[in-house]
């Protein structure tokens, strides 16, 4: 070697905080050479990993996949460099930044040395070595691996190239055939403590190698002792970095810790792509912009692969960027803009094939790009940018968009160093891309599902008017599990539903449909509110006792389900709202003149909590017709800066507008929100009471005797006659003779029959018993039991509810148009 070195420090035992961890595989990935510092970062032994792949420290949902990918491509470019989850042996997973090195042997035979720094801490301060910083900013390192007697066992390209020493020259050799005695008497001392303690040492040296003889280079050597199964010893493996440049190296790793603070703030990938952009201008560029496939800011599927191959062409949506001259802007197309990508320009190749593309000194004046947009063309070149780096923006061996960034100021054009920092920086925006592109597929996914579940279009029937309102909650926490219903029961009734589910999420929205289901099945038993309550919170419990149970089979911790509901019956005949809740928010109800008030109705304990022993109550009141019934989650009344009651007087103040439609009203107190991108959903249902009219109700007490069938028959085909409905007597007769029979039959007190004249014709027979009718199965020669069949096929719908002083049997048929009005 023509270069004398002089060493500049003693060795340096690095401690408990390795400067990098490395481990050595042979051609198939076979761990074969394994360290101290690699069992201080990763947690396994020697003993534990050697002999065995190296697949073993990634996480099994990355594995296979990602252990196949990065060999493939470090046989193909005899390397490869990157951002990796590794495992820990105690199961938790570190982000470090990996290199895999190509060594040779003598007789070419190869060997894989995998060198890893853990990048979680760099925001936190943590000391740095050269090596780790290299590791970290991608620069050229020179690695030797010396076996117990400190000959040349193998060398990667690198180390040439830093020395001049060609590798056929090293083998077998000693640090004294090369170097003066003083020298390598120095680093065989360092060596030999390193093969003694097991321990990364470091030392520093200056040189002047044949590639700069002019120029004193200052270098820096970590040591590391390799270990068999045993423990045994196989070598000391020496990493040099040349540490002349390292100002520049420190400021290339200042800007990847400034990464790690400013990209991914948020879960919105446009926001991350303009912070990416952001970070870029002015630390490596006068103008950054980004750009993703079209589908990614929407949460959607990739679309497959864009260009000639697909016959599509490539579409990008702008999502971030920067300029050091603000009157340059104008240049990129501004935010969220549509981006068609020319396909035979560099933008379309770096898309098609991943691969980054740099551009030292940019031709404005031809190409396919400039063809495409002329105009855009010649403000570039007005502006004078002058060199270009494209990058692929990848996750999960997908491309998401491009990363441009271009110099106009900054007279130096982009370099290989540039483009290396350049695909760190946007690769380390792709995790955060990554994470922020699951998030929204999953809202989206969340949205969807809560959206086909609630009801497109509600109707309150002749008992109210309704309107309703849904907006869900931000990107930061996530859809929730609100929902709302207006479920029509028998005679005229309706029954008005808000619950909540606790949480967000997919999760949350498809136990909302769960529960939302167990209300209408319920409902349909004609429950009162109390009842159905209690049965919902049975539902709820169950639904804990099998989340239970599947998670211990899986050994995970169970997913409780919990919710809040209030359940509303009116009865336009009456005007009588019936109202329970399990642990939800009052309902706000305005009078006629707009007097609002927040009645004080038992609270209830909330869905699923177990509190069987507490019931469920239910109120009763009369609301005069026009009143406005609310009901809302609390996402409208809650919030981080506001109390309770803020909130009830700001909800209160929005319902007392008189005159207002019902849309008209809902939109009022949506407007009234603090925050137009709530922290939780928010749920509005307004509904305005009807009360039927006397000429549309007919009623009579009949006597328990086999004489009230006939006397049931004749009113209500005289009251038909009076409606003009007389298409209907013959089937009219039919039904209330089955029923009156039935109920003088399995009952022992008066009976009355009612007919209710609204969007159908409902006939109501109640009775004193609380049995309630089951349609039986006769056989062909039997006399009885044919009834009730005959009453379900002339009935669009029939059934049974309970009463205070019996129950009720009523059949529903369906009117003209003109009749029900």
């Known amino acids: 070697m023509h270069a004398s070195e002089t060493a500049l420090a003693e060795p340096v035992n690095t401690g408990e905080i390795p400067d990098a961890a490395i481990a050595m595989l042979d051609a198939e990935g076979t761990v074969v050479g394994w360290t101290q510092a690699a069992q201080q970062l990763v947690g396994h032994t020697a003993k534990e990993i050697v002999g065995r792949s190296a697949a073993l420290v990634l996480p099994p949902a990355e594995d296979a996949v990602r252990a196949r990918a990065v060999a493939e491509q470090c046989r193909a470019e005899g ?66 691996v010396y076996d117990p007697q400190l000959r040349c066992a193998w060398v990667n390209d690198a180390k040439e190239r830093q020395d001049g020493i060609p590798r056929d020259r090293r083998f077998g050799r000693g640090l004294k055939d090369w170097l003066p005695a003083f020298e390598a008497e120095a680093l065989e001392v360092v060596m030999r403590q390193v093969l003694q303690s097991g321990t990364t040492m470091v030392h520093e040296y200056r040189a002047w190698p044949p590639a700069d003889p002019r120029r004193e280079h200052a270098f820096s050597a ?25 100002r520049r190296a420190r400021e290339r790793l200042a ?94 190749a770096v898309l098609r094939t991943g691969r980054s593309h740099l551009e030292p000194v940019l031709d404005t004046h031809a190409g396919p790009w400039v063809d495409h947009d002329p105009e855009r063309a010649r403000k570039v070149r007005d502006s004078g940018f002058h060199s270009m780096l494209v990058v692929p923006i990848r996750a999960r061996r997908s491309v998401l968009g491009l990363a441009v960034f271009g110099r106009s100021q900054e007279p130096t054009p982009f370099q290989e160093d540039d483009l290396l920092l350049a695909e760190e920086l946007v690769t380390r ?8 592109l699951q998030y929204a597929r999953e809202r989206t996914a969340a949205l969807t599902l809560q959206r086909d579940l609630l009801p497109h279009h509600v109707g309150g029937g002749s008992a109210v008017e309704v309107a309703s309102r849904y907006v869900p909650a931000d990107m930061d926490h996530g859809v929730g599990g609100d929902w709302f219903d207006v479920i029509k029961l028998s005679g005229a009734r309706v029954a008005l539903v ?77 005007r009588r709202c019936a109202i329970a809740r399990a642990g939800h928010p009052p309902p706000a109800i305005i009078d006629p003149h707009g007097q609002v008030t927040f009645p004080d109705l038992p609270a209830g304990a909330p869905l699923g909590l177990g509190l069987g022993m507490v019931p469920f109550e239910s109120t009763d009141m009369t609301l005069p017709e026009g009143s406005v019934l609310a009901l809302y989650t609390d996402g409208l009344v809650e919030s981080r800066d506001d109390d309770l009651d803020v909130g009830l007087r700001r909800l ?50 009949l006597p328990n005797e086999p004489g ?96 205070s002083d019996g129950k009720v049997v009523w059949a529903e048929q369906d009117l003209p148009c003109t009749a029900a009005a």
């Open 708 to 803: 009230a069938v006939h006397t049931a028959r004749r009113l209500a085909a005289r009251q038909l006659g009076v409606w003009g409905m007389g298409h209907l007597v013959t089937t009219v007769e039919l039904i209330v003779s089955e029923l009156v029979t039935n109920a003088i039959r399995h009952g022992h007190g008066p009976i009355s029959v009612r007919l209710i004249r609204h969007q159908v014709l409902t006939c109501e027979v109640s009775d004193t018993s609380t049995s309630h009718p089951r349609p039986r199965h006769p056989h062909t020669l039997d006399e009885k039991g044919r009834g009730l069949h005959l009453v379900a096929r002339l009935s669009r719908r029939w059934g049974s509810r309970a009463a």
């Open 429 to 436: 925006a792709a995790l955060s891309l990554e994470n922020a």
């Open 79 to 144: 390397g490869w460099s990157g951002t990796v989850q590794v495992r820990h042996r105690d199961g938790h997973t570190l982000r470090m930044t990996l290199r895999v090195s190509l060594l040779w042997g003598r007789d070419a035979s190869t060997r894989w040395l995998v060198s890893v720094t853990d990048i979680g801490t760099l925001s936190t301060g943590t000391a740095t070595g050269p090596v780790r910083e290299s590791l970290l900013a991608h620069a050229p390192i020179g690695i030797t």
């Open 498 to 574: 808000v619950g909540d589910v606790v949480g967000h999420g997919i999760n949350a929205a498809a136990t909302m449909g769960r529960l939302r289901t167990a209300v209408r099945t319920l409902a349909d038993l004609e429950l009162p509110p109390q009842e159905l309550l209690a049965h919902l919170d049975a539902t709820v419990r169950r639904l804990n006792d099998e989340n239970e149970k599947d998670t211990d089979d899986q050994g995970t911790a169970p997913a409780v389900v919990g919710a809040t509901c209030l359940y509303a019956v009116y009865d336009p005949v009456t």
């Open 652 to 701: 209160g103040a929005a319902l007392a507008e008189t005159g207002s439609s019902l849309e008209d009203l809902c939109s009022q107190v949506i407007e009234a929100l603090p925050t137009q991108a709530p922290a939780d959903d928010v749920t509005l249902l307004l509904a305005r009471t009807r009360g039927l009219e006397p000429a549309q109700l007919a009623s009579w007490e």
């Open 255 to 348: 800007i990847l810790s400034e990464a790690s603070t400013r990209i991914g703030s948020t879960l919105d990938v446009m926001q991350t792509g303009q912070e990416l952009a952001d970070l870029a201008v002015p630390l490596l560029a006068d103008l950054a912009v980004v750009d993703l496939v079209e589908s990614v800011p929407f949460g959607l599927d990739l679309a497959a692969r864009t260009g000639p191959a697909s016959g599509r062409r490539p579409v990008l949506r702008r999502a971030g960027v920067a300029c050091v001259d603000l009157g340059v802007l104008e240049l990129p197309a501004v935010r969220e803009e549509v981006i068609h990508v020319p396909p035979a320009s560099s933008f379309a």
């Open 222 to 246: 970590s040591f590391f002792c390799l270990q068999d199964a045993d423990g045994t010893p196989l070598g000391v493996c020496s990493m040099t970095v040349d540490v002349t440049g390292n």
